[in-house]
């Protein structure tokens, strides 16, 4: 029955929204409570919980009352999300000990903690998501991964991850992506013949330790030299040297999708006004057999 009009009971003084006596007899009242949806609408939860007193009165003599310390327990919540150092990692940090999911340690699909629609973001192939402890959970980037600084990472996958008794719904959080403190700049490295002749191209290549491609500014050594490469943010530029028999200096600064900027790297370069040899035999086929001489021009 009903206990409203004998006993009132409240957590941390705001009255519960439904008491009923189960069963009583002269030294024991068995009560169900249900504290009410607004009942820790002001607590102040660390790592998950939030303690306050449960207080259950005599209506007709508050006098006689009993209390006790009652915690409340909230659903994990991701604190703290950012890409690791170098990029190819996201550290979920949530504000609790959880139950992992329930997860295996072989179980490492992020399908079963994470939104279906934030899994492409992750990368097509090489993805996995493991836990590191009960409140870090470490996500493995595709080399082919889009999701960027900003980007959402939302907890709701098949497995529900509650707190570590596992009293609590499970998690539904979710948080932006953001740049790690400190990053780890890229270096970038430039390839290429140094020495080229009048009828070759000059080809350099540019190679990081990114994890993704870099955006990158090129330069040369003279105004004729960087006004061929404005605008071009890629890897591989199409070089025209201004003047031929003078040694020229391409530079080049790079800047990865976290926005962590590269050391400036240059490569210094001849385009040489005469034409390579070319080498002709004569006659173009022959038979030679072993320890005959021939004489080939």
């Not at 940090?93 to 994470?114: A, H, I, K, W, Y």
Request: with cysteine.
């Amino acid at each position: 029955r009903s206990a409203a009009d004998e006993l009132r009971v409240t957590f941390g003084g705001v009255v519960a929204e439904q008491v009923t006596i189960v069963s009583t007899n002269q030294t024991h009242t068995l009560l169900l409570i249900h504290p009410g949806d607004n009942a820790c609408a002001s607590c102040s939860f660390q790592q998950g919980k939030s303690k306050v007193e449960m207080r259950v009165e005599d209506l007709n003599d508050p006098s006689r009352f009993a209390a006790t310390p009652f915690v409340f327990w909230d659903a994990p919540s991701v604190e703290l999300c950012s890409f690791n150092t170098v990029g190819n990692e996201i550290i979920l940090v949530f504000d609790q000990p959880t139950n992992r999911g329930l997860m295996l340690p072989e179980e490492q699909s992020c399908g079963l903690l994470l939104a279906n629609d934030i899994l492409a973001a992750l990368g097509s192939s090489g993805v996995s998501c493991a836990w590191k402890d009960n409140s870090s959970l470490v996500v493995t980037l595709g080399p082919d991964a889009t999701i960027a600084v900003g980007g959402e990472v939302r907890v709701a996958g098949s497995r529900q991850v509650r707190s570590s008794n596992g009293i609590t719904v499970g998690s539904t959080s979710s948080a932006s992506v953001v740049a790690p403190s400190p990053p780890q700049a890229p270096t970038i490295t430039l390839s290429g013949s140094r020495v080229v002749d009048r009828c070759s191209d000059v080809s350099v290549v540019v190679t990081s330790t990114s994890p993704r491609p870099l955006t990158y500014t090129w330069s040369g050594s003279d105004d004729a030299l960087t006004a061929s490469l404005v605008g071009y943010s890629g890897a591989s530029p199409v070089v025209n040297a201004p003047e031929l028999d003078v040694q020229h200096t391409l530079y080049v600064t790079g800047r990865d999708f976290m926005g962590t900027a590269a050391s400036q790297a240059s490569f210094l370069f001849l385009k040489l006004s005469a034409a390579a040899p070319v080498i002709t035999f004569s006659p173009l086929r022959t038979e030679m057999h072993r320890d005959e001489p021939r004489l080939v021009e």
